[in-house]
Structure formats: C-alpha cells, structure tokens
C-alpha cells in the first residue's frame, strides 16, 4: 500500500481503558494496511502513547475528570461520567475534523467504542456514518439482553445470585456466570447495559471475535439486528501492532523465559482492571509455590486493596520460589503467551486476554472476577473446552491441583490439545477465505463506500 494515495479517513474513538485501547490501536493498524487513513481521538485520561503507531494520527480532547471520579473502583460509574463529559469536547473536535478535511468526504466515519457512545449524536449530527467497535464477545452482549428482560420482569435481583442453576436461554451459562459487577450500583450497571445495547443510529458492529468459537452466537446477533455484524478476530493477528500498554512492560520476564523448559511456565495475570485482596494474594502465592511448577506472576500496581504490590506478598514466599518464580508489575503479554516455555495461562478471562491464548493454544484456568469475564470463563471451560475454571473462595490446595492437572496430567493433556486445535483454527479464520479474512474484507468495503 506505501506510495499509493490515501484518500479516505477514520476517526477512532477507543474507550480509555487497556482492554479497549489495544484492540482499537490493533484495529486502525488493520485499517491502515487496507489504505485508510486514521485519525484517533481520545481522552487525557489514559492516554494511549502515540509514539509506537507513527501511522495513526492522535488528538486528545479534555474529559474534566476529577482525581476522585479517576481513582474510584467503580469503572460503570466511570463510564457514564466520561460520557457525560466528552459529548460537547468530542463535537468540536469532530467539527473541526470535518473543517480541516483535505477535501469534503475525505472522513469515511467514524468508529466508536460500544463504551463510548458519546461519539454518535455528534457523528449523526455532521453526517458522518458511525460504526460500534465491541471490544468483548457476542454472547455476553446476547446475555445482556436476558438481563434487561429478566429486570423488566422483576426477576432480577436474583434471590440467589450464586445459583448454579442453568440459563434457560444460554445454556451452560448458570446464573451465577451471568456478567453482573458488582462494584456499581445495579441502577448504574443498568443504565450502562442499556446505553451499550442502544445502537442508536450506526451502521454497522465490528467484533474482535471469529467463527471458530462464536458462530452460532454471531448468527443469533445477525437474526436479530437489521445492520451488519462483521467479526474480524482475532485482530492482533491479522498484521503486525507495536505495544499500547499504559504501564511499562518489563522485558526481564523474557530471557527469564528462555532458561525454561517447553510448557512448563503457567503464566498468571488478571489484566488491568481486575483487583483482589491480601488473602486471596496469599491463597494465590502459595497454590502457585506448592504446585512447584514455575511461573511468571505480573502483580499489576494497584491490583491489591490497600497495599502496594510487592509488599503484600506473604512472608517467605519469595525465598520459597526464588528459582522458579518470576513477578513483574507488567508483562509484555502476547510474547509471553507465543513463548514456547509458557504451558498454561492463569487469567481473568479478559476478552483480549483469552482471544491472546487461544491463538497461541494456550490452555487456561479461569479465574474471573466481573462482567463478561465471568461468562467467558464458563465458555473457556464448558463449550470450548480449553481449559479448567476455579471457582468457589480461591484456595491454595485446589489452586496447587488445578496446576497440576492442567501442566502434567492426562486431563491438562486433553486441554492442551484443544488449545492447539483452536489455535490453527483462529488462524484459519483471518487466512484468505476464511470467515474473518471475508467479514474485515466486506468492512473494508463498506466503509470505502460511506
Ligand atoms: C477489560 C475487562 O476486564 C475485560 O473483561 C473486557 O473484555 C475488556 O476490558 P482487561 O481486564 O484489561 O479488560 O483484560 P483484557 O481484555 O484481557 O485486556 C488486557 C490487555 O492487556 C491484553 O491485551 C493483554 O495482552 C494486555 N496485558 C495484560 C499486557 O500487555 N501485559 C500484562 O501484564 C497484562
């Protein structure tokens, strides 16, 4: 494509969260190899490091937000405030997008996150096309859905949240798998839902999912939406993106990698958002010693209430695993997972995060703690059978087990070759002809079309 001439233009909107930053950088890198150009505005907030997309253009616009509303654990309220709050910034940014235009409809439309739905009024009123980017999968947006029918019906608040009885819709979910936060008051999760499900007046979705797991819950989608869904994933392997993390990557982790036998690394991370307590931290550390497996740990600064990382880490447990225990405070994640030394992936079942594994065919346990990790967990484990769940109070004897099981036993075995099996067809996925390969072909054209 270099040389040739660039003559229609994306605005990107992500939402300014990692797990939402990553796969809109990755998407404009694809949209830039199809020969759009790429505008992406964001917050101050968060703000994503432009210095490794010399590609992209970024702008930033202001988003007001107090240190109090920033550092809250309650990321919905957080949501709805931004929304609030970069309405009025974003139509002026957008307003003088259009002026500075090279030549009138040289912006194609634009792409928004299904977070930050403040982008639509603004597009609509400059008639600009606007398509959502879902940066999660299809079922949980399709579980949603029962939700806000279950609450309109009064039968949510469950009276046992934690029921393993079965969704009569979206079986082998249970209700306890349903993708409830619970750091946000139910008024404002509702709110959020509803906002998210609201297309308003886009034109089409894009999903960083692919038919090899999601077939029938994209068919579902597509019979019950007049626009197009285009599931595209897995994204980050469709050409090649420099990092955007928001923390420091500690490279160490790597060449500690190398010393390792093939497989024999379980590899732990409950991404960014994720937090847990001292006592699970210690239930952690000493499942993960006892299982004398070796592992490379990120303790994500801030991911422990009340305690800097390193410091809450039991006493003794470093000189217990001295030899094979690495922990860092932030992993370069997708080398890691490609590294033939990491045999299993201990995750929160992120959406990125368990895209990131089954294309390396890394099985997982599933350790969830809020919204759609938690109904993807029970898919990891339940429909694609890729790796184990830990569910009930996290336990250093069951963690120590499930360890086991999943690294060298027969079961972990089985797994294991799912994992791979996934793996080759991902990639079949984005290879010419595949169900992915054609959806981000007809995106491409439709966006070219606007
Ligand atoms: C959030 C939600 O928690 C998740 O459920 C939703 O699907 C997306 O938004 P997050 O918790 O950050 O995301 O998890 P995930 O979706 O897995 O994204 C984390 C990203 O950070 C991944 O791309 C991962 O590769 C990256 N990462 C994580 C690193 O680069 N280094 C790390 O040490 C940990």
């Known amino acids: 494509m270099e040389g040739q ?17 990553n796969p809109m950088l990755q998407l404009g890198a694809i949209l830039y190899s199809k020969g759009l150009c790429i505008t992406v505005v964001h917050t101050q907030y968060n703000s994503a490091d432009a210095s490794g997309h010399p590609h992209l253009q970024f702008i930033s616009i202001p988003d007001n937000l107090s240190d109090d509303e920033i550092s809250s654990p309650d990321k919905t309220t957080l949501v709805l405030i931004l929304n609030q709050k970069c309405e ?24 928004y996150d299904e977070l930050s739905y403040f982008c639509e009024p603004a597009a609509h009123d400059l008639r600009l096309p606007s398509v959502i980017f879902r940066t999660s999968n299809v079922i949980t947006f399709l579980v949603r859905g029962t939700m806000l029918r279950l609450r309109a019906e009064g039968r949510i608040p469950f009276s046992d949240p934690m029921s393993e009885e079965l969704t009569p819709e979206h079986p082998p979910l249970r209700i306890k798998d349903m993708p409830f936060s619970y750091f946000a008051p139910f008024e404002v999760l509702f709110e959020m839902i509803n906002n998210v499900r609201n297309m308003r007046r886009s034109l089409a979705i894009i999903y960083n999912t692919m038919n090899c797991i999601e077939e029938s819950s994209i068919t579902k989608l597509q019979q019950k939406i007049q626009i197009p869904v285009f599931g595209i994933g897995p994204i980050h392997k469709v050409v090649p993106t420099s990092s955007s993390s928001l923390l420091e990557e500690d490279a160490n982790c790597m060449q500690w990698l190398d010393k390792q036998t093939p497989n024999s690394v379980i590899y732990v991370s409950l991404g960014s958002m994720a937090s847990t307590n001292e006592k699970e931290i210690a239930e952690m550390a000493w499942g993960l010693a006892n299982s004398k497996q070796p592992f490379l740990w990120v303790v994500r600064p801030g991911s422990i209430q009340g305690s800097e990382c390193i410091e809450a880490l039991p006493e003794g447990f470093k000189e217990e695993v001295e030899d094979r225990g690495c922990i860092v405070k932030w992993a370069p994640q ?8 990491v045999g299993g992936f201990l995750s929160h079942c ?27 967990a029970r898919y990891v484990s339940h429909v694609w059978k890729m790796g184990l769940h830990l569910e009930n109070e996290l336990d250093r004897k069951e963690l120590e087990k499930s360890v086991r099981m999943l690294m060298t036993d027969k079961e972990g075995e089985e797994i294991r070759e799912r994992a791979m099996k996934l793996k080759v067809e991902a990639q079949l996925c984005i290879t010419e002809g595949g169900s992915s390969y054609r959806s981000l072909k007809e995106l491409v054209e439709f966006i070219k079309s606007f």
């Open 5 to 21: 001439q660039r003559s229609r233009r994306v605005i990107l909107v992500p939402s300014p969260f990692q797990g939402h930053i």
């Open 88 to 111: 009025i910034p974003f139509r002026e940014c957008l307003t003088q997008l259009m002026q500075d235009q090279a030549t009138p409809g040289e912006i194609a439309c634009v792409i």
């Open 334 to 341: 997708k080398e890691v997972l490609a590294h033939k030394a």
């Open 350 to 376: 992120g959406w990125n995060s368990t895209i990131e594994s089954i294309c390396e065919g890394v099985p997982m346990l599933c350790r969830p703690c809020f919204g759609d990790q938690k109904v993807t």
